[in-house]
């Protein structure tokens, strides 16, 4: 058995998890808070996609993460394993957790139509815990 090739699936596979959920959250927020402002008779703002579309991001970072893995000559197996398992594992609850910061967006955009910068501030700063992440375990892998 290759545990680094096990690693290079967790990598992808737990930070794609992670994007499926984040995703799914925003976008069921986005279409609750359309629905209301159709009902009240508000414009419904088109930025909700991009809510809903942030966590995506995370899968990316996962699949670099995995070819990082992959690209390493001689790498120790455990390394591999453990920077894929708790590497995709931080990437992924990070888009889990910024879908979910994404739905409040979306829920606050449709009620007031404000806060718009704000609330991109706030699904960065998730995005930011996968970007350190990603850093770190390349760090560790090199």
Do not use: H, R
Request: aromatic content about 10%; charged content about 5%.
């Amino acid at each position: 058995m290759n545990l680094a090739l096990l690693g290079m699936a967790a990598a992808l596979g737990l930070s794609a998890t992670g994007s499926a959920f984040g995703a799914g959250f925003a976008g069921m927020a986005s279409v609750g808070a359309w629905k209301k402002c159709y009902a009240s008779g508000k414009p419904a703002p088109f930025i909700m996609i991009a809510f809903t579309g942030a966590p995506l991001t995370q899968t990316i970072y996962g699949f670099l993460l995995m070819n990082f893995i992959k690209g390493v000559e001689n790498i120790d197996p455990g390394l591999a394993l453990g920077c894929g398992i708790f590497g995709g594992l931080a990437i992924g609850m990070s888009a889990l957790f910024q879908g979910k910061c994404a739905a409040a967006s979306a829920d606050a955009l449709g009620a007031t139509g404000k806060g718009t910068a704000n609330y991109f501030i706030v699904i960065g700063i998730a995005e930011t815990v996968a970007l350190f992440t990603l850093v770190f375990c390349l760090l560790l892998l090199g």
